[in-house]
């Protein structure tokens, strides 16, 4: 692709402005979260957690997300990741945004990590809402982890389980069970080797079943809000072309670190 650097160190917004139509064939972004009364939040794309109010914060958004619409290409899907403070309020936003049809998944990134809460159940998850740029046409992979339950089920020959049906035997796919919209994926450690010293970097195994999923070999993979560029490491790690952007010189620092070859 010719034009707009790959790799982009400002706002996001004037950027993405400067790309054509339909030229993204995933968006992947981790916006700043909306921190709650007492302060805490995501730190995101900038070096603390939102401080003004939900208007401002779904103001700030909703351009950006009316930009990734735009930039999708007719088979493109967009996933956000939100906590759960705002994450209601930005659903009712993409369904304007995309149109409530095209909403195809709220998925629950769990992971076991933190303290235990006493006076509520402890928040252990993030939510990553999926829409498609026109349903039905969009990409998507099945993807495949963990074993069947086996219990009470038949044996054949070569003792392999089956299920028995009207229509006579039901094997199970021999690569495990399709995955569901409830991730778990562990949280990065702090000891973790893919650490990069970026304070929100999520683990490249959540990114892989996101550009697995939602994408083909060939596809550009866009992550607007990319941190240390994780996103963009999985995507070019499964042969994906990349755009990233983000407003911390030091995340696109690290970033090119790791993506020594991307303008």
């Known amino acids: 692709m010719s034009g707009p650097p790959r790799l982009h160190c400002g706002d996001n917004l004037p950027y993405m402005r400067t790309l054509p139509d339909g030229c993204c064939d995933l968006v992947y972004v981790d916006p700043p ?4 009364r007492r302060g805490r939040g995501h730190r ?3 070096s603390g957690a939102w401080t ?3 208007d401002d914060y779904l103001a700030f958004l909703r351009p950006r997300l009316e930009q990734m619409h735009r930039l999708l290409s007719e088979r493109g899907s967009v996933y956000v990741h939100l906590d759960c403070h705002v994450v209601h309020y930005v659903k009712v936003m993409l369904d304007d945004a995309f149109g409530r049809r095209n909403f195809l998944n709220e998925i629950i990134w769990f992971y076991r990590t933190g303290g235990v809460a006493r006076r ?3 928040r252990k998850h993030d939510t990553i809402l999926l829409y498609a740029r026109r349903r039905g046409a969009h990409t998507f992979n099945v993807q495949r982890e963990g074993q069947y339950r086996t219990d009470g089920l038949c044996y054949d020959e070569n003792d392999r389980p089956y299920k028995k049906t009207r229509k006579g035997r039901l094997y199970f796919d021999p690569r495990g069970p399709a995955m569901t919209d409830v991730w778990d994926v562990p949280f990065l450690s702090t000891v973790s080797r893919e650490r990069t010293g970026w304070p929100t970097q999520k683990p490249e195994a959540l990114l892989d079943r996101v550009v697995l999923a939602s994408s083909n070999p060939g596809d550009t993979v866009a992550d607007f809000f990319c941190g240390s560029g994780t996103t963009l490491v999985a995507a070019k790690r499964h042969g ?3 755009l990233g952007c983000d407003v ?4 696109i620092r690290i970033a090119r670190r790791r993506l020594p070859d991307l303008s």
């Open 33 to 36: 979260f909306f921190a709650d």
């Open 52 to 54: 003004g109010g939900l």
């Open 248 to 251: 911390s010189p030091k995340a």
């Open 240 to 242: 994906r072309e990349v």
């Open 44 to 46: 995101g794309q900038f």
């Open 120 to 122: 509520w159940f402890g």
